[in-house]
């Protein structure tokens, strides 16, 4: 069982950054494949993110692209969420999430596929 921890929500203005921070507890970290999903109220869960193994090869929402950037330090077992320019519409709770398996684009975009999720970060942005 993989235990996911988000950090680094919080309130902030709009046009500002915030970086979230998952730390998953698997020993075997390297082997996952991670991604970040929110959910606003009211809405369904809607995927943000995906980031490899190597971190390079990442998949986004076209809705965060250019705006979000996801990376991992495999060394600190940390998977982070770096997002820029931030709108009202990116206020939802934000999740991480794993799988055992990979994906690509479009198939990274539903959350049933993923096999382990965080308790989830709020991120308010006001207007």
């Known amino acids: 069982q993989v235990q996911l921890v988000e950090t680094g929500g919080g309130l902030v203005q709009t046009g500002g950054s915030l970086r979230l921070s998952c730390a998953p507890s698997?020993?075997?970290?390297?082997?996952?494949?991670m991604g970040w999903f929110r959910q606003a109220p009211g809405k369904e869960r809607e995927f943000v993110a995906a980031i490899d193994w190597g971190g390079r090869n990442n998949y986004y929402a076209e809705s965060v692209k250019g705006r979000f950037t996801g990376s991992r330090d495999t060394d600190k077992n940390i998977v982070y969420l770096v997002m820029n320019a931030l709108g009202p519409e990116d206020t939802a709770v934000y999740y991480c999430a794993a799988r055992v398996d990979t994906c690509s684009g479009s198939g990274c975009s539903r959350s049933e596929e993923w096999d382990y999720w965080g308790q989830g970060t709020q991120v308010t942005v006001s207007s």
């Open positions: 698997a020993p075997t970290f390297n082997s996952y494949f």
